[in-house]
């Protein structure tokens, strides 16, 4: 048995040698030797007449011979009916008539929080959809895995991408906002359209309250809401709640707004670190947490309360997104009592009002150059300016570019508060756009807006100190993901 | 034994384990859908996350690290080591206290003093434990075991106590009994999402809403309700802080809720044990002179504790699960002080992408529950008298 084994064992090890050494010889190893001794240079003919002039080397386009994809899917979140109208009128018009052969499906997705989560599983696979809605958080977090088209590859492309003059019809704010520091500034998205934060007012009561317009400053904007807290508006609807100046909503959105209004900025983007506990942010939560000292502000009570109030004639200002302004008309005309109101920039220490606009952007996640192409043909035209103009009036957001201001005459007359609004957009700032955003809107910054106004004793600086090394630990979480 | 008989003997025992290797085969077939289905959605989900658990797992799988994300949780090891010794002298203490020196003289009150003391040190390892790993683990997830635990324990007793009573009146011959017991189960099959959004307007920090109005009526100012995070006790006026401060008045809003909405589950369950309790039982106590709450205390409660210990049981567990109501009803405002372990988990998940840490932690919430329901099973299961 054991010489059989041996045997075996010879015949095996005999050939393993003898296929050894039929196979190729393997080549040397990585290492490249250096010759010792130079070869001298072939000789190169001079040109006789013309002086040797360094050539920048050609850059080779990466997307010349790209033929577009054929078919892509757009996942977005838009329902109701005039929206839904409108992005099948979009998609028809650019499926029938672009020069590529292009067909665009659009599907409804779920709202933004469903569209994240269906993404997260098919990063970096084929079934990514080509075009997709998502905020600059989302998309930021998406881009963790590496998962996401660059747009800058082709928003200068001289065949596909977008002139100089396209580029900066953009509103100014609305363009940069997708271009993202922490990731290098790579664009990872394209604005279609966006809201914007302003403040509301009831110019009715500020008469009576012996002014003619609404403040500009903060300390005009106190000396209203203190003087509106003890008199109570004539118009207001009997049995609703006790006059107040200002209601605040513990959104991290209003902490943007009034922090940007006071000079400040949330983010350094050139140190990608959160600034929640800058001087001119000190300075905006001191302010508000002396109008809840004095009387002259209170919390928001339930989802959208301030807009009842405001409906109510119980609430002279309030801060929210321009995206409500028809639900404030309702609420105005709810009781039949309606009384003059509008918007305006939120009072502020800079010499021009500072706006927080925000909005989902369209992104392209990576798929093949092909459907990429395809992708961003497809964005380029949603963004352009006529479709754009017939998005916004469908759809209700403020358009993203400058130049359809003259097609808005009619909803500029219809609607006056939409006009001021739209007039502000060119002092349109963002907040951070990074990954992990919500967690640090929701666990950290909501909570120490509360503090401050729940405890109008509380140091505010410490708070902020407090608020931004958490926000910081948890950027630096996030960003330890990158691959 | 003839040969014959031998074979028959045989033949029939073939026969016997041929029927039996049937049955089993049968028997396992049968269950094997069930199996199926509990391996692929209950068992391998628990297996996946301990797996995740264990990774660097954010929006994508990143590098094994081992028990990192539990250490997260817990500081160190040591400290968990501290936290379990105490509940292992608790449990030893318990023991000593009920059953040790039973055979010897004076033996109950040796086991008393002996049992006491390792309760005690059990008591004091435990809160080293707990002290050194607020110290160095995860503050957010600890806080959020201290809410669920009120959570769990201003719910569960009373739900239990109310649901009780309830099926106890509703057991008597009173007009309208069936359409009273669908009225209370009304709250258990309504959708939970609804009923909260409705609970969010009655208990609104408005000055005009509900709460603050009935509350107006006995004189008292308006509450911050679900928006209020300081602790009931405060609010009456005491001045105490930490764990002895209590649940938050937005946690109490919560609570409220959860019992409303599960006492009418607990009535019908609790109905049902009624109805199995003879009734010749009572009619002997009725004669032996025994009053109506002599019944219930010495009949009814002992006859009914398998139905108590069940719903005792799940009532645990499912506070330890609960998310939908608390997720509504939560508040920016209340702060940290509604946020129960499970929410924690949600919030970590979905908004921080920070899986592997989630999963730890859910893992470590699954490990609490199960750790219960064996405390439970044992502590109760004992005293439950099966007739």
């Known amino acids: ?483 | 034994m003839d040969a014959s008989n031998v074979s028959i003997n045989t033949k029939s025992s073939g026969a016997f384990k041929r029927q039996a290797f049937k049955d089993q085969i049968t028997g396992i077939l049968f269950t094997l859908p069930a199996l199926l289905i509990i391996l692929i959605f209950g068992i391998f989900p628990i297996g996946y996350s301990i797996y995740m658990s264990l990774f660097n797992w954010q929006v994508t799988k990143g590098a094994f690290i081992g028990d990192k994300n539990y250490l997260l949780i817990f500081g160190s090891w040591w400290n968990l080591l501290v936290l379990v010794a105490g509940i292992a002298l608790f449990v030893l203490g318990f023991y000593v206290w009920n059953k040790a020196f039973q055979s010897i003289k004076n033996g109950h009150r040796l086991a008393h003093i002996i049992g006491a003391l390792v309760l005690i040190l059990g008591g004091v390892i435990f809160v080293t434990g707990w002290g050194m790993m607020y110290e160095t683990g995860n503050k957010d997830f600890l806080n959020s075991l201290i809410v669920t635990v009120y959570y769990a324990l201003g719910t569960v007793p009373a739900e239990i106590i109310l649901g009780l009573v309830l099926a106890y009146i509703l057991y008597q011959d009173i007009i309208g009994k069936e359409a009273f017991r669908i009225i209370y189960f009304l709250p258990y099959i309504t959708p939970s999402i609804s009923t909260a959004v409705v609970f969010q307007i009655i208990f609104s920090s408005r000055e005009t809403s509900l709460a603050n109005r009935l509350i107006g009526l006995f004189g008292a100012d308006p509450l911050k309700w679900r928006f209020e995070p300081k602790p009931v006790l405060n609010l009456l006026g005491l001045d105490v802080s930490g764990l002895a401060g209590g649940p938050s008045l937005a946690l109490l809003t919560i609570i409220l809720y959860g019992i409303w909405s599960f006492v009418g589950y607990n009535t019908v369950i609790f109905l049902s044990g009624l109805g199995n309790i003879p009734k010749e039982i009572y009619e002997a106590a009725e004669i032996d002179g025994g009053s109506k709450w002599d019944r219930f205390w010495h009949i009814t409660v002992p006859m009914i504790s398998p139905v108590t210990f069940y719903l005792t049981l799940i009532g645990f567990i499912g506070t330890f699960k609960a998310f939908n109501h608390i997720y509504v009803m939560r508040t920016t405002s209340a702060q940290n002080t509604v946020v129960t372990t499970s929410l924690l988990v949600f919030d970590r998940f979905y908004k921080a992408n920070q899986y592997g840490v989630a999963t730890a932690q859910a893992i470590v919430l699954f490990a609490i529950i199960l750790g219960l329901t064996l405390a439970q099973n044992k502590i109760m299961g004992e005293r439950v008298f099966y007739g």
């Open chain 1, 1 to 483: 048995m054991r010489s059989k084994l041996f045997g075996l064992l010879a015949i095996i090890m005999i050939a393993a040698l003898v296929l050894g050494a039929c196979a190729k010889p393997t080549p040397p190893a990585a290492e490249t030797p250096t010759p010792a001794v130079e070869e001298p240079a072939p000789a190169v003919e001079e040109p006789a007449t013309e002086e040797p002039v360094a050539e920048e080397p050609a850059v080779e386009d990466p997307w010349a011979g790209v033929v577009p994809a054929k078919e892509i899917v757009w996942w977005h979140q838009h329902t109701g009916e005039a929206r839904e109208a409108a992005i099948a009128k979009i998609i028809s018009d650019f499926n029938a008539n672009n020069e590529f052969g292009i067909t665009v499906t659009a599907e409804y997705a779920g709202g933004y929080g469903d569209i994240f989560n269906k993404m997260l599983p098919i990063l970096n696979t084929p079934d990514v959809p080509d075009v997709v809605v998502g905020y600059q958080n989302q998309v930021a977090t998406y881009q963790l895995a590496d998962a996401m088209f660059d747009m800058n590859e082709l928003i200068d492309h001289p065949t596909y991408g977008l002139t100089k003059e396209e580029q900066e019809d953009f509103f100014p704010g609305f363009f940069a906002q997708d271009v993202l520091s922490v990731f290098d500034n790579q664009r990872l998205g394209l604005a279609p359209n966006r809201s914007m934060e302003v403040m509301y007012y009831n110019m009715d009561w500020l008469k009576e309250l012996g002014y003619d317009a609404p403040p500009t400053t903060p300390e005009e904007f106190k000396e209203m809401a203190c003087k509106a807290a003890e008199t109570p508006f004539s118009g207001a609807t009997e049995g609703a709640a006790s006059p107040i100046g200002y209601e605040l909503s513990i959104d991290t959105s209003r902490f943007a707004s009034w922090t940007f209004a006071f000079g400040g900025d949330m983010f350094d983007y050139e140190n990608n670190q959160f600034t929640l506990n800058s001087d001119a942010a000190v300075n905006a939560w001191t302010f508000i947490q002396s109008l809840f000292a004095d009387g002259c502000a209170r919390l928001v009570t339930e989802n959208y309360g301030d807009q009842t109030d405001f409906g109510n004639g119980t609430l002279l200002f309030t801060v929210g997104s321009s995206s409500g302004l028809p639900y404030y008309a309702k609420a105005v005309e709810a009781d039949g009592t309606p009384f003059e109101w509008s918007v305006a920039a939120i009072p502020h220490t800079t010499a021009d009002p500072v706006q927080n606009i925000y909005g989902a952007s369209v992104s392209i996640p990576k798929s093949t150059p092909e459907r990429e192409l395809a992708a961003w043909l497809f964005v380029k035209y949603y963004t352009s300016a006529e479709v754009n103009a017939e998005w916004a009036k469908a759809s209700g957001y403020f358009p993203v570019k400058q130049s359809v201001a003259a097609q808005f005459t009619d909803v500029f007359e219809a609607n006056p508060a939409y006009k001021t609004a739209f007039d502000l957009l060119k002092f349109g700032v963002f907040e951070p756009a990074v990954p992990g955003y919500d967690f640090v809107r929701d666990n950290v910054i909501e909570p120490a807006m509360t503090s401050i106004v729940d405890d109008v004793t509380a140091d505010v600086r410490a708070l902020l100190d407090e608020a931004n090394v958490n926000a910081n630990e948890i950027l630096a979480e996030q960003m330890a993901q990158i691959k």
